[in-house]
């Protein structure tokens, strides 16, 4: 009997497998971050017999898939220019809930709900870390990523205030240079802090902080409110020597019920240098910083190499608002199709390794961009070729082998 009918049977349906995996690549050949997939053939063998020499005798029985291998390659990296598009460069994929456990992505194009919260594109959560205090813990309990809450920014009190100047030392005694400085109070309204500098003899100055009088309820003609004062002494170098510390403003009684400021006066910078000299030269502000600043809204986000979301309002200020969490498997080639372009964990994918970007052999993210598609369409199409001249060769045993049929049953005639 003629096995050659279901040898070649089996290679036309092996064939017909790769030509369904080459049509569903080229089909998705524009979904973000698709993965693409190739068949693994195996033969099928019969039984074994051994010659006079005793070689083995092994007659193949045919062609079977033995597999649809995904490829998890880099696929490129595109620019979109939407803020929460986000694309994995390397090793690792997002994580989102689906409501009875998590899924796998590498599809970042994700956007806010209605309730403020981060979804992909099958409608499921995205998960990290969220901030607390505008501080990350990357250890927490993962959580849904909702920004809803944090599109309001609270005002911030000044605490600190710094002042980069050169006092002239060429200057005349009881000649005055003054500059000023905007704080914040508790409720976020702005106050102007005027310094004004004097000079009090050949190496000394001396300075005065003050507020409007109509801040603690005065008249706007009234003579302002000293809030700190102290005393400056350069060496002959033009060196600050005294102070030899910071020094502090106090602003009290505020007209509008803000809760009393004590501020710090930063005389030296956080490394411990004056920001003031008394060089010859003219007496000028070369920059001023205040840590404060007035509530706000929230106006876009910003999502960083490290899959930190940051917030950016329309005061200026940009603060962490939460970090997208990686995970990472030992076989990615195990991971189980979920919905749309989400995976989920199999035996055979491990368990994931969760973290964040930039750690653990975890990939970068690329925040403004989308992964495309890995499939390569020349290749594509060679594979086609190829699979398409096995299932014609197959179909040519099939007649082939009719044939030899018909001559047999020729033989009675």
Not at 220 to 235: E, K, L, Q
Not at 308 to 318: A, C, L, P, S, Y
Request: contains cysteine; charged residues 10%.
């Amino acid at each position: 009997m003629l096995t050659s009918f279901y040898t070649a049977l089996s290679g036309i349906g092996a064939n017909s497998q790769t030509i369904n995996v080459i049509g569903n690549n080229l089909a998705n050949i524009n979904t973000t971050a698709y993965k693409g997939s190739r068949t693994n053939f195996a033969e099928m063998l019969g039984g074994i017999s051994y010659s006079a020499d005793g070689n083995p005798i092994q007659t193949g029985l045919g062609a079977v898939c033995a597999g649809v291998l995904p490829l998890h390659n880099q696929g490129s990296i595109q620019t979109t220019g939407r803020s929460t598009d986000v694309a994995m460069s390397g090793n690792g994929f997002f994580i989102v809930s689906t409501g009875t456990g998590f899924a796998y992505t590498r599809a970042g194009n994700f956007g806010f709900s209605g309730t403020g919260e981060l979804v992909n594109s099958d409608g499921f959560t995205v998960v990290g870390y969220m901030a607390g205090g505008g501080i990350i813990n990357s250890s927490a309990t993962l959580a849904p990523i909702t920004i809803q809450g944090s599109r309001n920014l609270p005002p911030r009190a000044t605490t600190t205030l710094g002042i980069t100047a050169n006092l002239d030392s060429q200057a005349a005694t009881n000649s005055t240079f003054s500059t000023a400085v905007q704080v914040f109070d508790t409720l976020g309204l702005a106050h102007t802090v005027t310094y004004t500098f004097t000079k009090t003899g050949p190496t000394g100055w001396s300075w005065d902080a003050a507020i409007p009088a109509s801040d603690q309820g005065g008249l706007t003609t009234d003579p302002p409110i000293s809030v700190g004062a102290g005393a400056f002494t350069f060496n002959s170098q033009g060196v600050l020597t005294t102070p030899a510390a910071n020094e502090a403003l106090s602003i009290t009684g505020l007209a509008n019920g803000a809760a009393d400021m004590d501020i710090i006066f930063e005389i030296y910078d956080p490394s411990g240098n004056p920001r003031f000299t008394g060089n010859s030269g003219a007496s000028a502000t070369s920059s001023v910083t205040q840590d404060g600043y007035a509530s706000s809204t929230l106006r876009d986000v910003a999502i960083d190499g490290n899959g930190v979301i940051r917030g950016i309002f329309d005061n200026g200020q940009v603060n962490p608002l939460a970090q997208l969490a990686i995970a990472n498997f030992n076989n990615p080639e195990g991971l189980i199709k979920f919905t749309g372009t989400t995976f989920v964990k199999a035996a055979s994918s491990g368990e994931p390794s969760v973290g964040t970007a930039r750690t653990g052999g975890r990939g970068t993210v690329n925040g403004n961009s989308l992964e495309l598609s890995n499939v390569d369409i020349a290749e594509q199409f060679t594979s086609l070729i190829i699979a398409q001249r096995g299932y014609q060769a197959n179909s040519r045993v099939i007649s082939t082998t009719d044939e030899l049929y018909q001559e047999a049953i020729n033989l009675k005639r």
